[in-house]
């Protein structure tokens, strides 16, 4: 993870299309100013963030169904539950599942989990549209590589 | 309006056995055929609109839920978007919702394209009663 610009994401162990599941890990870094605010004396991985690492682990999933046509947008959040403390240092893995694919949108079940206990878990809505420019789809793909996106899931899903 | 659903849902039963009532009515009242006939051809036109019915039923009590909007508001005439003031994140919602409930996919990209093009009205797809005819529409294209 690297906080402070949002990649939270830092690498797709999984992602089947056929099935519409991912499995990524994202490892918290045991030092961020964040953890200097939140909280003074006891570090803790604030909930937002967690939610935006489901919200990422799910736009890598929807990315490859939609053959990277289309850039995935969070549009909701249902159903988000901090189940326990998530400290620094903690490897995660985020696992999603897409629930629903509606016309333009996509709702994904996520969760959170790091040595087989359950962390965090949310019900997610993207709206989906196509690459706003071509800046930001090159610096997708960039980050598609540095993650380990598998294009090969993409041509065979 | 309430007390609709439960109706619709019995005679819905009772279509599904009509095949069998018609021909057992049929061989113990043979003088009287025509006259059950009619009565049956009564019978489904009944069933028609209350199935009709149910769908805008579904739909409003989807809306007044993912909505918050009072559910007596809502009338097969109201507008999604100018009567109710639905946003489209909140239609995103009613969406899935109805996506799920009639085991559909509602065309909402094509139907915002139409509409931007000026090949259809915003009424067209989000009056609530030609709403739920769109519905069923899919529903029965789904079927055949």
Not at chain 1, 132 to 155: S, V, Y
Not at chain 2, 100 to 114: D, M, R, V
């Amino acid at each position: 993870m690297h906080l402070e610009y949002f990649h939270l994401i830092d690498r797709i162990v999984d992602l089947k299309a056929g099935e519409r599941t991912i499995t990524v890990e994202a490892q918290v870094p045991l030092q961020s100013t964040i953890f200097e605010g939140h909280f003074p004396g006891y570090p803790l991985m604030p909930g937002v963030l967690l939610i935006e690492t489901m919200a990422q682990a799910s736009g890598w999933l929807l990315i490859a169904l939609m053959k990277f046509e289309r850039m995935p947008f969070l549009a909701a959040v249902k159903e988000a539950k901090m189940r326990t403390f998530v400290m620094p240092g903690e490897l995660l893995r985020v696992d999603v599942g897409v629930v629903h694919e509606g016309s333009g949108f996509t709702v994904t079940k996520a969760r959170i989990s790091a040595d087989g206990k359950a962390k965090c878990n949310a019900t997610l809505t993207f709206r989906q549209v196509p690459f706003p420019n071509p800046d930001l789809r090159g610096h997708m793909e960039a980050m598609a590589k540095r993650i380990g996106f598998p294009h090969q899931a993409i041509a065979h899903g | 309006m309430a007390h609709a659903a439960p109706g619709a849902i019995e005679l819905k039963a009772a279509l599904r056995y009509t095949g069998t009532r018609l021909c057992t009515v049929g061989w113990a009242f043979a003088g009287q055929r025509a006259h059950v006939l009619r009565k049956i051809c009564i019978y489904l036109q009944c069933i028609k609109g209350l199935v009709m019915s149910s769908t805008f039923d579904q739909v409003a009590n989807i809306i007044a839920e993912t909505c918050d909007i009072p559910r007596d508001t809502i009338t097969p005439e109201s507008h999604a978007i100018d009567d109710l003031g639905i946003d489209s994140l909140d239609f995103l919602d009613i969406a899935f919702a109805i996506d799920k409930a009639f085991g559909i996919k509602l065309p909402l990209e094509k139907w915002t394209q139409e509409v931007n093009d000026g090949k259809a009205t915003t009424e067209q797809y989000f009056v609530l009663k030609n709403l739920s005819a769109r519905i069923d529409e899919l529903v029965a294209a789904k079927g055949a």
